[in-house]
């Protein structure tokens, strides 16, 4: 069955670099819910030609979000991704859609307009090879992802919750490999409140607030451990009115990541625990993971093992891998729901102008994501 979903994909490559470039010549950056929305329709409009029921959830914030179900069910698959960009419009005059030696560029290709057009391929390579029976095919396709997720997380969340499992079409890591691991990504603020004083006049009245950061800052070290996945990096600091006035206010911006969520509770308690250290001083500390980690659970092991499986019947040596970057897939991995990412395309420069996708394993991408598709759908027991 591999053999003959590859080879329709082959067949149907055509109809998929049309897709992709369609989706690519609409730009549709996060911040710009009209541009979003133009290319959601055409979006929409592509599903239900290949016989979805599209739903499209409204938001107000973002571009509407698309549902698209491929048959009754009850049993579920979830194919999650997005399609906002972090390009403004316009950009397509900078970075022209074109295929060049054996690449397709173009602003979102890889990120990820080329994984919604290789998903659905995929699904009408099984739709029409491999009916699924009682397991239906659910799409969503969100619009805030480059942006946090805020309007769409409460979508995903519930759609993994009735799915046995999801499959992130974000890019692969070099080479083709999968991602079986990310890590969750939090940010806090810390803020230092002193006592402003005149800083020759008066300065035993003063409490210096960017005294009190910096020490925070020092001590925020102890906690990280790079080889353990557990990174806190202070990105940015601001405090202070002036050179003659101690200064009563300054504050600190930190990026933190935990690979596991035990780490990520750790790093949590830890932050909201912080005390003052300079006398007088107060703090006060905001923020919290946005993302959770994707930790490699058992079930993830088992996707992934039915995906190499497809790889190798096509010959292909099918690689895993983590990153510390987040996608959707950490909010679906968290509830427990086996989640396999970086099934999307093979390229480089996501979020950078040299942005492609390489046009060669395109085909035999769609194959393996149909592939996988095919087995969690025809066998009830795969879990
Ligand atoms: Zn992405």
New binding site residues.
């Given amino acids: 069955m591999t053999r003959r979903l590859l080879e329709y994909c082959r067949t149907h490559t055509p109809w998929m670099l049309e897709l992709i470039e369609t989706l690519v010549a609409i730009e549709s950056p996060t911040d710009d819910k009209a541009a979003v929305d133009r290319c959601g329709l055409v979006l929409a409009e592509r599903l239900g030609a290949m016989g979805a029921e599209v739903t499209r959830v409204a938001a107000a914030t973002a571009g509407d979000h698309l549902v698209a179900r491929f048959g009754p069910g009850p049993r579920q698959v979830l194919i999650l991704?997005?399609f906002d960009t972090v390009w403004p419009v316009g950009q397509l005059a900078r970075m022209p859609l074109r295929r060049e030696d054996g690449r397709l560029h173009g602003p979102g290709v890889l990120?990820?307009k080329a994984?919604i057009a290789l998903g659905m391929l995929a699904t009408k390579a099984v739709l029409e090879l491999a009916p699924p029976g009682d397991a239906r095919i659910t799409m969503l396709w969100t619009t805030d992802?480059?942006e946090g997720s805020e309007t769409s997380r409460a979508l995903i969340e519930a759609e993994a919750a009735r799915s046995e499992a999801v499959l992130v079409l974000?890019?692969a890591l070099a080479g083709g490999a999968l991602k079986t691991s990310r890590k969750g990504i939090g940010q806090y603020e810390i803020v230092a409140r002193g006592v402003a004083a005149h800083a020759g006049v008066d300065p035993r009245r003063g409490v210096n607030a960017i005294r009190e950061i910096a020490l925070q800052v020092l001590a925020l070290d102890a906690i990280r451990d790079i080889d353990r996945g557990r990174l806190v990096n202070v990105g940015l600091v601001s405090g202070g009115s002036r050179p003659n006035v101690v200064p009563d206010v300054a504050r600190a911006t930190v990026d933190v990541r935990a690979s596991t969520l035990a780490d990520a509770d750790y790093l949590d308690r830890t932050f909201r625990g912080l005390k003052a250290q300079v006398p007088g001083a107060t703090l006060e500390v905001s923020g919290g993971f946005n993302r959770p980690p994707m930790e490699r659970s058992e079930g993830v092991a088992r996707l992934f093992g039915i995906a190499r499986d497809v790889a190798a019947e096509m010959g292909v040596d099918l690689a895993e891998g983590g990153t510390g970057g987040g996608?959707d897939g950490n909010f679906t991995a968290a509830l427990g729901i086996p989640t396999l990412d970086g099934l999307g395309a093979i390229g480089d420069g996501?979020h950078a102008l040299r942005e492609h996708v390489e046009l060669e394993p395109l085909p035999v991408r769609a194959a393996l994501i149909a592939g996988v598709l095919r087995r969690v759908t025809a066998d009830r027991a795969w879990r």
């Fill in positions: 991704g997005h990120d990820m994984g992802e480059e974000e890019p996608s996501a």
